[in-house]
């Protein structure tokens, strides 16, 4: 699904924002990118459909070379969810928000109402497509911007710190909503530094510093102190819990579901 190898990117004010990175991840994946802030995270996102252009190294998605003559295709096909959602909903109503991309990919009316209805109904937003937008809470807003990705049918979703502003019952809507979305075939990326959410969520984690990869792969990075420490990041609440009860254990869990069946089977 992506590819990346030797990318690196200069601000203009001469950051180097990304640092020789590479790696790549499987088809159909559920990625966290996580490290503190400033580690590149937003930076690298925006190189997946083709906001930024590699400046040295390269990238594929989806087996598309992002370049100039690629970038327009690739924005219908990797759609990414801002931090901020008010960066990102701007129309007077919901549905002319949602409506935008289909109308800039040159679809028929009948098309494009067809792709909003479907679009808004599937994040459980139709009764409010006469809003203006930013009367909607943080958790609909975001909502309506996965909307706008659905409505071009897009491969990729990715999140740029999709929790922050949203209460707990927020972040669980819009996390099964993302579950559906990848058993619907899509693949899902965020960039968060909650360690947590990533151990509950991810199957796959890329650690990031300093516009650098410390690590990749599955969620047992997120155990290791070491690694999680030089990524100024934290071990899960579950992690943390088992260190202290100081028990002989192979290796430290990563979900409660895996810290239950271990404490079941003690008190067996
Ligand atoms: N538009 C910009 N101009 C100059 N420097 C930037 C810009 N955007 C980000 N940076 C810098 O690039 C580095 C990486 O930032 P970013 O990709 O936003 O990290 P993250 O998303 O992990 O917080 C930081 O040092 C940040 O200050
Ligand atoms: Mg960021």
């Not at 590819?3 to 180097?16: A, F, H, N, P, W």
């Not at 996580?34 to 590149?40: A, I, K, R």
């Not at 087996?63 to 096909?77: Q, S």
Request: charged letters at 25%; hydrophobic letters at 40%; a negative charge.
């Amino acid at each position: 699904m992506l590819k990346v190898d030797q990318l690196s990117y200069t601000y203009r004010d001469g950051t180097k924002a990304l640092n020789q990175i590479s790696f790549s991840i499987p088809d159909h994946s559920k990625v966290a990118i996580l490290g503190p802030n400033g580690s590149g995270k937003s930076t690298l996102f925006l190189h997946f459909n083709g906001i930024y252009l590699p400046q040295e190294g390269s990238v594929e998605v989806l087996g598309i070379p992002v370049n100039k003559k690629t970038e327009i295709d690739l924005k219908t096909r990797v759609g990414l969810v801002f931090q901020d959602p008010d960066d990102q909903v701007f129309s007077s109503t919901l549905w002319e928000d949602v409506a935008f991309g289909p109308e800039n990919m040159g679809y028929s009316q009948e098309e494009i109402d067809r792709r909003v209805e479907k679009a808004l109904k599937s994040v459980d937003m139709w009764d409010y497509r006469h809003k203006a937008p930013y009367h909607l809470s943080y958790g609909q807003k975001k909502r309506a911007a996965i909307a706008g990705i659905l409505a071009m049918d897009c491969e990729i979703i990715m999140l740029d710190e999709p929790v922050a502003y949203l209460d707990p019952q927020g972040q669980d809507q819009l996390f099964s909503l993302l579950d559906e979305l990848y058993q619907q075939g899509m693949s899902i990326l965020i960039a968060t530094h909650d360690v947590n959410l990533a151990c509950e969520w991810a199957d796959y984690i890329i650690l990031m510093k300093d516009g650098q990869i410390l690590g990749q792969g599955g969620t047992e990075l997120l155990v290791q102190e070491n690694l999680v420490n030089q990524a100024r990041l934290r071990l899960p609440i579950v992690a943390k819990l088992f260190q202290k009860l100081n028990k002989d254990i192979d290796a430290l869990p990563t979900t409660l579901e895996e810290a239950a069946s271990q404490i079941n089977q003690w008190v067996k």
